[in-house]
């Protein structure tokens, strides 16, 4: 069973950047697709992106694309999120998530393993 556990989250004001890290651990992580989502207050869980076992594929959802990008070092067991030009909107607890489906996919159902979170706290 793969363990995941999220770092780097915090504080920062708008425009500013931030990288998460999600380190992982218990089996082989090229074994699985990886993926970050979100879930601000009040709000359902949600898609950000996912990156592909050997890291060629990505998908963003539309209202990160352009600000976050994310990656993976398979000889490093970890997967990161850079999120530059931060917005207020951008604030909430950061999952990071993974999946052995054939298919890297958006959907929450389809990861079978996730870590606690990392929280993000954007200020105007």
């Known amino acids: 069973q793969a363990q995941l556990v999220e770092s780097g989250g915090g504080l920062v004001q708008a425009g500013g950047s931030l990288r998460l890290s999600c380190a992982a651990s218990?089996?082989?992580?090229?074994?699985?697709?990886m993926g970050w989502f979100r879930q601000a207050p009040g709000k359902e869980r949600e898609f950000v992106a996912a990156?592909?076992?050997?890291?060629?594929?990505?998908d963003y959802v539309d209202s990160v694309k352009g600000r976050f990008t994310i990656s993976r070092d398979n000889a490093k067991n970890t997967m990161y999120l850079q999120m530059n030009s931060l917005k207020p909107e951008d604030t909430a607890t950061y999952y990071c998530?993974?999946?052995?489906?054939?298919?890297?996919?958006?959907?929450?159902?389809?990861?079978?393993?996730w870590g606690q979170g990392t929280q993000v706290t954007v200020s105007s």
């Open positions: 990156i592909s076992r050997s890291g060629i594929g990505t």
């Open positions: 218990g089996r082989t992580f090229s074994n699985y697709h």
């Open positions: 998530a993974a999946t052995r489906l054939y298919d890297m996919g958006r959907g929450l159902n389809e990861y079978g393993y």
